[in-house]
């Protein structure tokens, strides 16, 4: 997936840059920010995309649990970065090699290829009853109590 990187130098660049955070933190972040977009959209790697766009992982990590718009500019990366993986997995499991590619498709699309577990339970529990039951326990309890005088 070939995404123009951005440099700072379009104004209509910068102004993009921009709309992906909430408040930047300084000058350079919204560029960098876009860069590291950019670059994990070509890579699907956090790690890759930090070192390209000369960020810490913890500045990506910190801006997803502060900014509500750098988090929707991520998670559509995510999306196409799960097309680009659906894509290529397709083609890899028309010529018979599937496997590296499934771990990575949970990853990126847990909704379409989670694991799905599901458990049937038959039986009944009358609840009522084992309260009544419960109750009548409680109520003998605290007659032997009293009938013997060892109340607490």
Same mark, same amino acid.
């Given at each position: 997936m070939d995404t123009p990187q951005t440099d700072g130098s379009d104004? @209509?660049? %910068?102004?993009? =840059? *921009? /709309?992906?955070? @909430? %408040?930047? =933190?300084?000058k350079r972040t919204p560029t960098r920010l876009r860069v590291f977009l950019d670059a994990y959209?070509? &890579?699907?790697s956090v790690r890759q995309a930090c070192e390209m766009a000369d960020i810490s992982p913890d500045t990506h990590y910190r801006k997803m649990k502060? *900014?509500? +718009?750098?988090? #929707?500019?991520? %998670? #559509?990366?995510?999306?196409? !970065?799960?097309?680009?993986?659906?894509? !290529?997995t397709v083609e890899r499991a028309i010529d018979g090699d599937n496997a590296l590619l499934l771990p990575l498709l949970k990853r990126f699309r847990p #909704?379409?290829?989670? #694991?799905?577990?599901? $458990?049937? !339970? @038959?039986?009944?529990? *009358?609840?009522?009853?084992? +309260?009544? %039951? $419960? *109750?009548?326990?409680?109520?003998?309890?605290?007659?032997? /109590? &009293?009938? =013997?005088? &060892? !109340? =607490?």
């Open positions: 104004r @209509s660049d %910068t102004n993009q =840059s *921009d /709309e992906i955070i @909430s %408040t930047p =933190s300084n959209a070509n &890579t699907g502060i *900014d509500p +718009m750098y988090r #929707e500019a991520v %998670t #559509e990366v995510e999306q196409r !970065v799960g097309q680009l993986l659906e894509d !290529v #909704e379409l290829y989670r #694991e799905r577990i599901s $458990a049937e !339970v @038959s039986g009944s529990i *009358d609840l009522i009853e084992r +309260m009544k %039951t $419960a *109750d009548q326990r409680l109520i003998a309890i605290k007659r032997n /109590e &009293t009938a =013997s005088g &060892t !109340v =607490s």
